[in-house]
């Protein structure tokens, strides 16, 4: 059943107001006579069951929904495997500039100032970039990582959004009981790439040897799930 309350943490996965008025803040959704909340950032995006009050999304990336919602997912394995595997999300570390000193002291004339790398708050957000690969599909493990470190389960279940297109640019579909999170695949390759020929694949009939397998094994850049 749908929480007649959004979860507090959606806003933190939307884009912010500087984007499009889809991203900036949580949207409802209708699918199959449920309601769901959406909130993206414009790369992933995770569709859970709630019944409160949101803006409707926008027709045209309703239908992108739908889509979404509606999209087969057969492999399974335990969410927490697919947590090991993505890594770790989006953190706050001390800001490489004032060293958390808030302020910054000019080396050429001795002025001080606010830090305007981190705004003065001392700290900044660190987005690692981390590709792998997952049923075929590249994409930033760190965005999955982000995406699902609030949802809850233990079983989860993984697909394809099948579309129109070559399947490299289809979006991951990872989906639990009343949730589902949703990310794109890259277009390009960024900075710290990597290649590992050793492939880690889902096991649809045995969670738990896949389980095991996901355990022994560290995320690296480049890793094949």
């Given at each position: 059943m749908a929480d007649a309350t959004a979860p507090a943490w959606l806003p933190s996965l939307c884009g912010g107001p500087e984007?499009?008025?889809v991203v900036a803040q949580p949207h409802a959704l209708e699918h199959d006579g449920r309601r769901y909340v959406v909130a993206t950032n414009g790369h992933a995006c995770v569709i859970i069951a709630s019944g409160s009050d949101h803006p409707p999304?926008?027709?045209s990336v309703a239908a992108a929904a739908h889509r979404w919602m509606s999209?087969?997912?057969d492999r399974v394995t335990s969410l927490a495997a697919l947590r090991r595997w993505a890594g770790r999300q989006t953190h706050t570390a001390p800001c490489?500039?004032?060293r958390g000193a808030q302020d910054y002291r000019c080396p050429t004339c001795g002025a001080r100032g606010t830090c305007l790398d981190c705004g003065g708050k001392g700290t900044v957000q660190v987005r690692e970039y981390r590709p792998g690969t997952i049923l075929g599909l590249r994409i930033d493990r760190r965005l999955l990582a982000d995406y699902l470190?609030?949802?809850?389960?233990?079983?989860?279940l993984v697909g394809v959004?099948?579309?129109d297109g070559?399947?490299?640019e289809r979006p991951l579909v990872v989906a639990g009981e009343d949730w589902r999170v949703i990310v794109m695949p890259l277009r390009w390759e960024g900075p710290g790439e990597a290649t590992d020929a050793e492939e880690y694949r889902f096991e649809e009939a045995d969670c738990e040897t896949y389980s095991a397998a996901m355990a022994e094994h560290a995320p690296r850049n480049g890793?094949?799930?």
């Open positions: 984007r499009s008025p999304l926008p027709d999209a087969p997912t490489p500039v004032c470190q609030h949802v809850v389960g233990e079983t989860v959004v099948q579309q070559p399947p490299s890793d094949v799930l």
